[in-house]
């Protein structure tokens, strides 16, 4: 069983910060690339940031130059900082870990920008 749990959303205010974390557990080998991954109600989801075991990263085009993605291999372990946060952030979030050819996600953490 693998089990990757998210945490660190919340309530922020237009153009504040949250910072996402994720933990990844249980029976994973090798894992590739992680990432976030986000989704509001009557859409598709969205590839918010992507990370590779080396550190490279590829991010949306709405999120690039406010949000960073981080991972610590060691821990298995990926975070999201968000910065300058608008009201169209707001939505769920996912955490996304890949192994060979199984992806796997969290149940997601809530994010909502509003003043």
């Known amino acids: 069983q693998v089990l990757l749990v998210e945490s660190g959303g919340g309530l922020v205010h237009p153009w504040g910060s949250l910072r996402l974390s994720c933990v990844v557990s249980?029976?994973?080998?090798?894992?590739?690339?992680m990432g976030w991954d986000r989704q509001a109600p009557g859409k598709q989801r969205e590839v918010v940031a992507r990370?590779?075991?080396?550190?490279?990263?590829n991010y949306a085009d709405s999120v690039k130059g406010r949000f960073t993605i981080s991972r610590d291999n060691a821990d298995n372990t990926v975070d999201l900082q968000m910065n300058s946060l608008k009201p169209e952030d707001t939505t769920a979030y996912y955490c996304?870990?890949?192994?060979?050819?199984?992806?796997?996600w969290g149940q997601g953490t809530q994010v909502t920008v509003s003043s």
């Open positions: 990370i590779t075991t080396g550190g490279s990263t």
């Open positions: 249980g029976s994973i080998f090798s894992i590739s690339a």
């Open positions: 996304r870990a890949t192994s060979y050819a199984y992806t796997f």
